[in-house]
């Protein structure tokens, strides 16, 4: 192995300009155009077309680097308030909705450059190429689904304030998730994800007999909770007075040994939404769908329900679509966990967040319709996304792994069990602060390899609770096959020499011919 990586990450000119280039195609928001932008000139003094050709493309890898150093600047400065311009955008969207916050962390996708005559040389030059074209989000796709994203979810969010007086009052941080909050979103851009926390009518905190707090946190299986209302909850018709009016709602979510039911909480939201669904306009001779018009384009909104999210699903005409994930969340201080011993403490660099959230998600294999209904999901989307701050490389590989995943069709692996993987590898490499500075190839490389192991093991257990094993209930026979799958792959990645045949693996068949008849031909 000490070998391998040697030559992997030798001082050659040709792997220094990979590795270059992955700087170059590395996460960047949106802003970083407008950076970029007053140095972009076009000079007409050039000669011929093809030096303008050349200079051309030298100023926008030198834009792209700049980007570059500034995303990781403000990142390593501090948290991801204000990186970049589509942030500002999240934020002023967040700010005009009536005393409601949009989290800052809004998804900031790459900026890179595909060129017409890659020079393919290595494995990390092979790797950066097929991730500019094949994985990285595109600028212009990813412009429109966010502006359309922004205008109608804004227009959705405020009609639902004015839809239920208790969202109106307690609705109070509408926040990213999933892949693009993670900036992980691979291929393309036509899925959103946002965390909509509900406020409470009680105290937070957990009391000094934890018995008396106004919501008792019950463990039940590794990951899930039941929330059993106080006294406090429970007097609310007494204690409210006018309040009450408004306050009634989460006292109907109670049942009658006043658990918290993630059913009737989950009702009341979907109700929130398909009442504001009904203020857009009626397609005129499509049933059920609204319109909105976003730039003067025409787009029919619909909802569908899975899980614990309701989703809007935007289409228009030429064939744009776009899901968003609406999830109601509510959020505890940082002080109630972890929730008993089984639990991990949150890391040190992963502590600087004051809440945590449970979704309305239930829990698979309960004992009865109890355990079913008043089971809540945790989520610490939040802790988990520091554990990928300021990691150099890692997103870069993690996205590598939801290719190969999806080229040799893992269908059953989700992409929370890859980041998983990752974290683990994390707190073990946390000793090892350049670790993820190694090169794509390297750190692809030995995660495939971790990859299989944990395949082969049948195991790859919750980062927050050892106990719950997250690819359980996926057959071993099949995850035996994923894993032989995955180890034709192994002998390459540990000869340079075979570099090309990766591609192989990491694209579809159809993906592998058009690229290897243009590039590669092998």
Known sequence: MSQNRNRTDSNDSDDDSSVSNWAVAGLVGLAGLAIGAGAYYISSSSSSQAEEQKKKEERERAEARQREQARQEAEYQGGYSGWNLLTN????????????????????????????????TNMNALLHDIYVRYIALKDKEFEEHYNVFKTIFYRLHEEMKVADKYYNRYSSTVQFAGSHYDRLRINKPDEFDMDIIIGLPVNLKEAPNPANSDIVLEPKAPGFIQLKAGTQFQNLPKRDGADWVINR??????????????SKFTDWFKSVVNKAMNSFPAHSSLAGRRVMNVDGI????????????????????RGFRLDVDLVPALKFPKERWPICRPY?????????????MVVPKPMKGGLNRYDTDRSWRIAMHLQERDIMHASENMRQAIRLIKKLRDSQGLNKIASYYIKTIFYHEAMARQYEPHFWRNS????????????????????IAYFWNKENNLIGHIERSTLTGYANKLKKLVPILDDPSKYKQAARYLLTESQ??????KFLHI
Not at 90 to 119: L, R, T
């Open 249 to 262: 709602t989460a006292h109907e979510w109670l049942d009658e040994r006043n658990y918290l039911l993630r």
């Open 440 to 459: 794509p190839s390297y750190l692809f490389n030995i995660m495939v390899k971790r990859f299989i192991e944990h395949l082969e093991s049948g195991e």
């Open 89 to 120: 955008v999240a934020c002023a969207v967040g700010s005009a909705i009536m005393g409601s916050q949009m989290s800052a962390a809004a998804p900031a996708e790459p900026v890179v450059v595909v060129p017409d005559n890659p020079v393919i």
């Open 344 to 356: 991990r403490k949150v890391p040190d660099n992963c502590n600087h967040h004051d809440i945590f």
């Open 298 to 317: 025409p787009y029919t909104l619909r909802l569908s329900s899975s899980g614990p999210a309701i989703t809007l699903i935007i289409e228009n005409s």
């Open 512 to 517: 592998f011919k058009e690229y290897n008849g």
